[in-house]
């Protein structure tokens, strides 16, 4: 997902641990080497339970939390794999917040391979 979306957007992400001093740090899903891009990533495939929307939330706002503390012009990301999925993020109290917070969805597609590999990972999960 993040090597498809490096490729969209021309940049290279990697995984990033961002300090911001007195023993605050967050971790980020992937990041540019400048942090002009800081990315979050959900792979989930199909319809949204309440505490995965909570979850998806929680890292929204560690993206908003380090955008403001970086300070300057950023572009914050939740990358997402699933239309479905981002269907719950798109209205609402939710996606009203995302606006504000200036995040951005963005979803990329998987292979029909890759896909199966994630909902047979989620089918376990569940059991």
């Given at each position: ?5 490096a ?6 992400l990697?995984?990033r641990r961002v300090?911001?001093g007195?023993?605050?740090r ?20 199909g319809p949204v339970?309440?505490?995965?929307r909570?979850k ?6 560690k993206?908003a939390?380090?955008?403001r503390?970086?300070?300057?012009t ?22 009203a ?9 963005v979803?990329?597609?998987?292979d ?9 990972a989620q ?5």
């Open positions: 997902m993040v090597a498809a979306l490729s969209q957007l021309g940049v290279a990697a995984p300090e911001f007195a023993g605050v967050v971790e980020l899903d992937a990041a540019s080497e400048d942090l002009s891009v800081l990315v979050e990533v959900w792979a989930h495939q339970k309440s505490a995965q909570s998806v939330l929680t890292d929204a706002f993206l939390f380090a955008g503390e970086l300070g300057g950023r572009r914050l990301i939740l990358l997402l794999s699933d239309e479905e999925a981002a269907r719950k993020f798109a209205g609402g109290w939710p996606a917040a995302l606006r504000q917070s200036g995040i951005e969805i979803v990329v597609e998987l029909a391979a890759t896909r199966q590999r994630v909902r047979a089918a376990r999960q569940y059991r």
